[in-house]
Nanobody
Framework: QVQLVESGGGSVQAGGSLRLSCAAY????????MAWFRRAPGKEREGVAV????????DYADLVKGRFTISLDNAKNTVYLQMNSLEPEDTAMYYC?????????????????WGHGTQVTVSS
């Protein structure tokens, strides 16, 4: 079992920054990917950023490329999402996910473990 605990959400004005953290507890060695997803009100959950736990390979959704950065501290079993130049459209609940997922499925919902989410609100 793996437990994920997100933190770092909050309210900021457009153009501001936030750093989300996701601490993983348990049998994390069985996971090859860690990812951030988000769900905005009235919208489907969508993938934001993903990182491989082995080689640190990363990928981003087009909407956040150049603004968000995902990183992993293996010693702390913690993944981060640095979010810069935030826009009102980034307002959503942000979820951390992990599991043994094929890289080709990195944007799918096949991750076995999910956190409870942390709210990000960006005002114009």
């Amino acid at each position: 079992q793996v437990q994920l605990v997100e933190s770092g959400g909050g309210s900021v004005q457009a153009g501001g920054s936030l750093r989300l953290s996701c601490a993983a507890y348990g049998y994390t060695y069985m996971s090859n990917l860690m990812a951030w997803f988000r769900r905005a009100p009235g919208k489907e959950r969508e993938g934001v950023a993903v990182i491989s736990t082995g080689g640190g390979r990363t990928d981003y959704a087009d909407l956040v490329k150049g603004r968000f950065t995902i990183s992993l501290d293996n010693a702390k079993n913690t993944v981060y999402l640095q979010m810069n130049s935030l826009e009102p459209e980034d307002t959503a609940m942000y979820y951390c996910a992990t599991g043994n997922v094929a890289y080709g499925d990195r944007w799918s919902h096949k991750y076995k473990y999910w956190g409870h989410g942390t709210q990000v609100t960006v005002s114009s």
